[in-house]
């Protein structure tokens, strides 16, 4: 057994474990996924500003537009959850990665703002079955190789989101007309998501177990919903705010001011694909112990020394700290007795995105109240908090 597994008494195998060609097979192909879905999710961030202009929305309006999304995810989590336990991961990937991609096209392809609407809650739904079941079958993988790997799977998520946000600035600014632009996009994905398939591992049966196991997985997810959510906030907040900092508060060059979002991206990059290695070496424990650590640090810096370098190298050091949470938890949620990896994801997922959700608005009402270095204090709080207590704790139910 690995050092980053647990034993589960609810979970046997009752077939031959796949063949290492299967697996790698499986791997690339699960790989594909991730990066289609952040390449796709970014499309839909590249044009928000179009969005906004062609309907005339206000701030507010374009606000609640985002909020949609959100919710559509949010709201679906346990039914997808349960949906891809009973469909397989594979089949859910499939169609959850053909519906995300025909309504990346349907919300470009919007004659009115009253239309749209409905609209992106179904694209957040479409989103959350293709994450969910792209995720399951992340835990199917790993769970299958000598190796970690979930880490380098968000990973893909998080390149496919940078090519695919550099691949739009490219159409825009060639004068591609943005339906053209969601299309190529959606046939990208929907045709990652039919061609892998087949190629994809079967779920793991999950077999009746008894009550105090069954205990054990709902104490555990609780706690690790617990901690995605705080990892989250902290994730939220520095997609919305880096840059505010970076001006207002570092008093950045103007030249400078998008570098604090691009130090803490390069971080998360960077930290998933590495990630792995630590993980087989250090087990997941200590692995998100250190990784908290460093984010607090990195968040004390930024605060502690309000300048334009210190702020870059402190929102890059809280990037790697953030990179592997979620797939620590995903993977731990995936590995609990007596619960379908899909279930267990979802779960935790959904404190994910509320996390995600609410960071920026807790950050920006502190921040209000007080200023936005105090505001930005809250993201160390969570990294402490992770950092002191969050591993301990978790190391008792099912991260080793």
């Known amino acids: 057994m690995s050092e980053y597994s647990i034993e589960s008494p609810a979970r046997t195998e009752t077939a031959p474990p796949p063949s290492p060609s299967a697996v790698s097979r499986a791997t690339r192909g699960t ?13 839909w961030g ?15 309006m374009l606000s609640f537009a985002m909020l949609a999304v959100a919710a559509g995810a949010i709201v679906a989590m346990g039914p997808v959850g349960r949906w891809v336990g009973r469909l397989g991961s594979a089949r859910a990937s499939m169609i959850g990665g053909v519906a995300f991609a025909l309504l990346t096209l349907a919300i470009i392809a919007m004659p ?7 609209t992106l809650l179904i694209f957040g739904m479409a ?7 792209m995720n399951a079958q992340a835990a199917i993988v790993e769970a299958s190789r000598t190796r970690p790997v979930m880490s380098a799977l968000h990973g893909m998520f998080s390149l496919g989101g940078m090519i695919g946000a550099a691949f739009g600035g490219l159409m825009l600014s060639l004068g591609v007309p943005p339906l053209v632009h969601a299309a190529l996009i959606a046939s990208l994905t929907a ?12 779920d793991h049966p999950v077999l009746p177990t008894a009550d105090h196991h069954r205990e054990h997985a709902s104490r555990a997810l609780w706690l690790l919903g617990l901690m995605a959510f705080l990892g989250l906030v902290g994730e939220g907040a520095m997609y919305d705010w880096t840059s505010v900092y970076m001006r207002d508060v570092a008093v950045a060059p103007l030249g400078w001011i998008s570098f604090g979002y691009a130090a803490f991206s390069g971080g998360m990059a960077c930290g998933r694909f590495g990630g792995d290695r630590l993980r087989a070496r250090f087990g997941d424990a200590r692995t998100l112990t250190g990784s908290a650590w460093l984010g607090f640090a990195g968040i004390v810096l930024a605060i502690a020394v309000p300048l334009p370098l210190a702020a870059l190298i402190g929102f890059g050091l809280m990037g790697l700290g953030a990179a592997n949470m979620v797939p620590i938890f995903f993977a731990a949620a995936s590995r609990l007795p007596g619960v379908a990896a899909a279930e267990a994801i979802a779960r935790v997922a959904r404190f994910a995105y509320v996390g995600l959700l609410l960071g920026p608005v807790l950050i920006g009402g502190v921040a209000h109240l007080s200023d936005l270095r ?3 204090t809250v ?22």
């Open 31 to 43: 790989m594909a996924l991730f990066f289609a879905n952040g390449a796709t999710f970014a499309t």
């Open 46 to 60: 590249v044009h928000i500003p179009t969005i906004k202009a062609r309907f005339g929305l206000s701030d507010a």
């Open 112 to 118: 009115s703002f009253a239309l749209l609407l409905p």
């Open 127 to 133: 989103n959350a079955a293709f994450d969910v079941g």
């Open 191 to 202: 045709g990652v998501a039919i061609g892998m398939t087949p190629g994809l591992l079967a």
């Open 374 to 376: 105090i505001g930005i």
């Open 379 to 400: 993201v160390a709080l969570t990294m402490g908090y992770i950092a002191l207590f969050g591993a301990k704790a978790a190391r008792r139910y099912l991260i080793t």
